[in-house]
């Protein structure tokens, strides 16, 4: 009521599944092809401009992560 609102932090969208119906209507994800994410990113990007997009690329960097903080932990403690 008083004071600054805080903004929300800018959302992140997943790009890399999408969700399709099965033949018995129940839901399942399934990959996303890379003309779709692009499609996708774009269209998020129009709606949030300073929203987080994940596509593959990012997960990818993510699960390789863990190697670099193993070597900076060994460098930590070799030294």
């Not at 004071?3 to 890399?16: L, Q, S, Y």
């Not at 401009?49 to 932990?73: C, F, G, H, T």
């Amino acid at each position: 009521m008083f004071g600054k609102k805080k903004k929300a932090p800018a959302p992140a969208f997943d790009v890399t599944q999408k969700l399709k119906k099965t033949w018995y209507g129940g839901k399942k994800r399934i990959p996303t092809t890379k003309a779709e994410q692009r499609k996708m990113n774009e269209a998020i990007l129009k709606v949030y401009p300073e929203a987080i997009v994940i596509d593959d690329n990012a997960k990818r960097q993510r699960e390789l992560d863990w190697i670099d903080r193993i070597k900076e932990y060994d460098a930590l403690f070799n030294d």
